[in-house]
């Protein structure tokens, strides 16, 4: 019996690794940049009634839906999250990134501005590149779906 597979026919492609690309959010800037703009208490406020959260993802940009799901997240999970988002640190470590970056942005994000808290993190990542979509808020996944996805395999593709 053969058993030798032609490399050729059964190789992926770059295209067919899109869903395996890692999708960073806030965790990994800097807590002291993303103080700027989100401290702890507005971070914090409201977690243990659902309304409340519901009230604050939709003030960031998430379609009421996507808010509604956000919103069951345990309070705890919400308390833990502020606070491991605002103590962690990157400090120096983008410029020893040895793997390629794109960033993706929402213009219209008030939480995290492309301009005073991600362009920088973009420019210090050796082999990064940052797009900022227009008319997005703060969650480009959610918002922008056709998009994000054009990006990633656009992304992967220029790997090859």
């Known amino acids: 019996m053969d058993t030798?597979?032609?490399?050729?026919?059964?190789?992926?492609?770059?295209?067919d690794h899109t869903e395996s690309i890692a999708c960073a959010t806030g965790t990994y800037f800097d807590g002291k940049s993303v103080q700027e703009n989100l401290t702890y208490d507005v971070l914090e406020s409201g977690v243990?009634?659902?309304?409340k959260c519901v009230e604050f993802y939709t003030s960031i940009?998430?379609?009421?839906?996507?808010?509604?799901?956000?919103?069951?997240?345990?309070?705890?999970?919400?308390?833990?999250?502020?606070?491991?988002?605002?103590?962690?640190?990157?400090?120096?470590?983008?410029?020893?990134?040895?793997?390629p970056g794109l960033v993706v942005q929402g213009e219209l994000d008030r939480a995290t501005p492309a301009e005073s808290q991600v362009r920088h993190i973009a420019q210090a990542i050796?082999?990064?590149?940052?797009?900022?979509?227009?008319?997005v808020n703060y969650f480009p996944p959610t918002e922008a779906v056709g998009e994000m996805e054009r990006l990633a395999e656009g992304f992967v593709e220029g790997l090859a």
Do not use: H, I
């Open 126 to 135: 050796p082999d990064c590149r940052m797009c900022v979509l227009k008319g």
């Open 48 to 51: 243990e009634r659902p309304s």
């Open 4 to 15: 030798q597979m032609n490399v050729e026919e059964t190789a992926p492609t770059p295209r």
């Open 61 to 99: 940009g998430l379609d009421l839906p996507t808010a509604l799901e956000a919103a069951k997240w345990p309070a705890q999970t919400r308390q833990y999250n502020a606070r491991a988002l605002l103590a962690f640190e990157m400090g120096g470590r983008y410029p020893r990134f040895k793997v």
